[in-house]
């Protein structure tokens, strides 16, 4: 450093005193002294400034951990899961290994593991909102995931808001309406009805941004816009091209492609059983940041859950437009069940309305109004016969 040398020079050379050159520099007596002393023992080496290195770091991270931290950063990868700070830090705690985030992210910064991401928006111009108690909202989604043979296929979830636990994650060919609400049906046969649900807009969902559903003001929805308004549901969408609102969702998308990039399927089949795996993993293994690195059973379990507020009226009044299909039938989902109402293959293709008022079905002719059939529903019976 030049100025440890000028310094050295100018008592060595210039036969200045400590005082003289500390008062020509601006510099402490003390420093000129110290380095004139450190010339006569090292030479040259004293032009350049001493580490300031510790000789000794008794906090130091023990090298076995440190090891560790990288091993089991790579261990997580490998699997295709989680593998920040947060998720290491809770697995080393069931090693009965205590190490803070900060400084397990220090170890892998200090690694080369972790890629610099300044694009991302800082933490603290978050909004986060999440739902009081478990069963308080379901958010649902699906996305496209390719087998290792090629093929596109589709994959539903079905994800609670409050506690992130996964509620169900199937895939199919496609989804379909029908897909919606068997797969919602399922979901609250085993951990019982939602007081709401959040979705994007898609058809499978809502037809209330579609030509001719819900938006046209007569009242019809599909399957599962009915289902949900029979049971005192309350449905929400998110607006048009802002995926954010159903953030929790979107982000397990990120998690689960990460696991299936690790774990390859050829059949839709074998994908189900690594989709079954991970949804177990996920919820009673993975530790979540937003729920203090808790697993989402864990946070699900812990609170009683919300129930949907049942509708004031119990009646049932629905009006539906269909056309008779080649069997002569229509299908109609009643009770959170579908039932296969039998008009007759005489009247096939014919366009219909059906009118409902709780368990009796009235069907006229759209154009003339002729009353072709009348039914008393039965929920526990997929196939319904004529009155009469």
């Not at 399957?223 to 802002?242: C, D, H, S, V, Y």
Request: aromatic share 8%; hydrophobic share 35%.
């Amino acid at each position: 450093m030049a100025k440890y040398e000028i310094l050295i020079k100018a008592v060595t050379i210039q036969k200045l005193s400590y005082g003289e050159v500390a008062a020509r520099y601006g510099v402490s007596k003390t420093l000129v002294h110290k380095l004139h002393h450190r010339w006569l023992v090292e030479g040259d080496a004293a032009y350049e400034p001493r580490s300031r290195r510790p000789r000794s770091s008794p906090t130091r991270t023990p090298d076995r951990i440190r090891e560790r931290v990288l091993a089991l950063r790579d261990e997580l990868i490998a699997l295709g899961v989680d593998a920040g700070a947060d998720t290491i830090s809770e697995h080393l705690a069931r090693e009965r290994i205590s190490l803070s985030r900060v400084t397990i992210w220090r170890i892998l910064t200090a690694a080369g593991k972790v890629s610099p991401q300044p694009q991302k928006r800082p933490r603290s111009s978050w909004r986060r909102f999440t739902a009081d108690r478990p069963n308080e909202l379901w958010q649902s989604d699906f996305t496209h995931v390719s087998l290792s043979t090629g093929a596109d296929v589709e994959v539903i979830g079905w994800i609670d808001d409050h506690s992130r636990y996964l509620l169900h994650l199937s895939a199919h060919p496609r989804i379909t309406g029908h897909t919606v609400t068997d797969t919602f049906t399922a979901s609250a046969h085993e951990h019982g009805y939602p007081a709401a649900t959040l979705t994007d807009n898609g058809m499978v969902y809502t037809t209330r941004l579609a030509r001719g559903g819900r938006g046209r003001g007569d009242g019809a929805g599909n399957a599962f816009e009915t289902l949900l308004a029979t049971l005192g549901i309350i449905q929400k969408n998110g607006k048009p091209f802002k995926p954010t609102t159903q953030g929790k969702i979107e982000r397990f998308w990120q998690t689960l492609k990460n696991h299936l990039r690790a774990h390859p399927a050829a059949t839709i089949t074998e994908l189900q059983h690594t989709l079954d795996a991970f949804r177990d993993y996920y919820n009673t293994v993975r530790p979540h940041r937003a729920l203090g690195r808790k697993t989402p059973t864990f946070a699900y379990e812990l609170i009683p859950k919300a129930d949907p507020a049942r509708p004031d009226d119990p009646n049932i009044w629905r009006v539906r437009y269909d056309t008779i299909d080649n069997d002569g039938k229509i299908t109609l989902r009643h009770h959170g069940r579908l039932l296969h109402l039998g008009i007759g293959r005489a009247h096939t293709r014919t366009e219909i309305i059906c009118l409902v008022h709780n368990d009796d079905a009235t069907i006229i002719i759209l154009t003339t109004g002729e009353l072709l059939a009348e039914f008393t529903l039965n929920p526990e019976k997929n196939y319904q016969r004529k009155n009469g």
